[in-house]
């Protein structure tokens, strides 16, 4: 199948088993709406494929803290293994563009969703692990997850570190206004302006106000970055 077939080229990895891909790529919705066989949706490679991350990222931090203690290494990797930031990793791969939903779910909003953009992810982790083994699920996540530490901390982070720099360097108010709403009440989509001495500083869009709040805060980080 064509979108399998991108798919690989855009990860970089040729799967021995395409059907492997296909079911990490498959959400219990389009499973359900196809009457597929049991177990033929990405959840119990989602279970495996959030093993492997833990483990690999584990690795990464303790080589690259080596003077960090136990409790610093394991707020780190929860930031970097979370929902959110892994849902912000898949937006280079267009991930949700590749899953395959069932209607209900695709017209209310599950390719942006981030709990099945980041379900998926860890599903693929988990069929590159079964299909190549262990080195090719570390290659993959070092490509896909660990590549930009620094970045991922400023998403997962970003209302904090941008609180804290509005103060620090006494640029104003920081607050963040609603200035769109739309959408049913189960599929709303919410555009937020964060606002920095009463300028628009970085817009974000999301599922939820906290959602785009932070991609606001994100947005106005990197414009704050790129002016200094």
């Not at 929860?78 to 280079?92: K, Y």
């Not at 069932?102 to 299909?131: C, H, N, P």
Request: with cysteine; glycine share 10%.
């Amino acid at each position: 199948m064509e979108k399998l077939k991108e798919f690989q080229q855009k990860i970089g990895y040729t799967f021995q088993r395409e059907g492997l891909l296909r079911q990490a790529l498959t959400h219990s919705s389009y499973a359900n709406e196809h009457h597929m066989k049991k177990y033929s949706d990405n959840e119990r490679l989602e279970f495996l494929g959030d093993a492997v991350l833990e483990i690999v990222s584990s690795e990464y931090l303790y080589h690259l803290h080596p003077d960090w203690p136990e409790g610093e290494l394991t707020k780190l990797r929860a930031s970097i293994v979370c929902e959110q930031t892994l849902a912000f990793c898949t937006r280079a791969l267009s991930l949700g563009d590749y899953l395959f939903l069932g209607k209900g779910e695709d017209q209310t909003g599950g390719r942006e969703r981030k709990s099945v953009l980041s379900d998926a992810f860890e599903a693929i982790m988990g069929a590159v692990y079964l299909d190549g083994g262990f080195a090719n699920a570390k290659e993959f996540i070092h490509r896909f997850v660990l590549n930009d530490i620094e970045h991922m901390q400023l998403f997962y982070d970003s209302k904090t570190i941008l609180q804290e720099m509005v103060q620090g360097q006494d640029m104003g108010e920081l607050a963040y206004r609603l200035i769109e709403e739309s959408g049913p009440d189960h599929n709303k989509s919410y555009v937020v302006e964060a606002c920095i001495g009463g300028k628009d500083a970085g817009r974000g869009k999301g599922h939820t106000k906290k959602a785009a709040e932070q991609e606001a805060a994100y947005q106005a980080l990197l414009g704050l970055k790129g002016k200094r």
